[in-house]
């Protein structure tokens, strides 16, 4: 049986409270899906599939959602 503090993760160690460690945390402000579609002017799963083939730098949450880096989202827009 596991143990409330034991998380599942990809290979990645997590703190108590689920986030990863300080050297693989982004720096800056996350955004969500939604946000990151409103500026591209796209759907939401356009920017999912964007994030899986890695056109657009993301991080996933442990609870499996993606969260994109301000700073990297206005770097592509800006382009």
């Known amino acids: 049986m596991r143990n409330d503090r034991q998380r599942r993760t990809s290979g990645v160690t997590t703190s108590r409270n689920g986030s990863p460690p300080a050297e693989l945390a982004p720096r800056g402000r996350l955004l969500a ?3 990151v579609a ?4 796209v759907s939401v799963s356009t920017v999912t599939r964007w ?3 890695g056109l657009l730098p993301s991080v ?3 609870g499996g959602h ?14």
Do not use: K, W
Not at 38 to 41: A, D, K, S
Not at 66 to 79: H, N
């Open 33 to 35: 899906r939604r946000h």
């Open 38 to 41: 409103r500026i591209f002017g």
């Open 51 to 53: 994030a899986q083939l």
């Open 60 to 62: 996933r949450t442990p």
């Open 66 to 79: 993606y969260r994109f880096p301000e700073a990297s989202v206005a770097r592509t827009a800006g382009d």
